[in-house]
């Protein structure tokens, strides 16, 4: 669902609170007649940071419930924040759902849509303009949105890696001069050794 980046998020060690997003019923067309099941879409989040979508798949209600929320815990990310907002904006594709985050202003408050909103509240984001361009099929724009978050990174965290690989890199090659100077002095050294 998610780029996992690695880091594995320890679901005990949080105070999560989960918000169901949207139940779909499914009628599978059999023999007898129709079988139904359920796929349930569920968003937890600790509204200060860390926030993860999952989905399940049951016969019943309930237990398509149980089994996004598992899900959903297993897929927990880090969200960088700025503030109350996010720190720049992002548009992710994620199938036919196509997902804008941009930073808001202190007291904007979240301006989003469909299944974006329950992702920033849980992910504890106060101030967002947001905006799903693409399909409105929820899972996808769910992930989508989970994909976009992801992908921000702290900008203090990266001035500092880009600065650091610079100054790595920064060390001077010798100028062509220089090297044809060295490469002068060779060939007449072992010249005025036979005299």
Do not use: C, W
Not at 19 to 38: D, E, P, Q, T, Y
Not at 134 to 159: D, F, Y
């Amino acid at each position: 669902m998610s780029r996992k980046t690695g880091v594995y998020i320890d679901p005990n060690e949080l105070a999560l609170s989960d918000k169901l997003v949207h139940i779909n019923r499914v009628a599978k067309v059999v023999k007898g007649g129709k079988r139904l099941s359920f796929s349930a879409l569920v968003v937890t989040g600790n509204g200060n940071g860390y926030v993860g979508v999952g989905t399940g798949k049951a016969n019943e209600v309930p237990s398509a419930i149980n089994k996004a929320s598992a899900n959903a815990k297993k897929n927990l990310i880090k969200v960088p924040l700025a503030g109350s907002t996010i720190p720049y904006q992002t548009v992710v594709k994620f199938g036919a759902a196509k997902v804008m985050l941009r930073p808001a202003a202190p007291g904007t408050g979240i301006i989003a849509g469909s299944s974006i909103r329950p992702i920033m509240e849980a992910a504890g984001v106060k101030d967002i303009l947001t905006k799903s361009l693409g399909s409105p099929n929820r899972t996808n724009v769910a992930k989508a949105t989970i994909i976009a978050l992801n992908q921000l990174k702290e900008p203090k965290e990266e001035i500092a890696k880009r600065k650091s690989t610079v100054t790595k890199t920064s060390e001077k090659p010798p100028s062509a001069e220089k090297v044809i100077d060295k490469v002068e002095d060779k060939e007449e050294e072992p010249g005025e050794s036979g005299d």
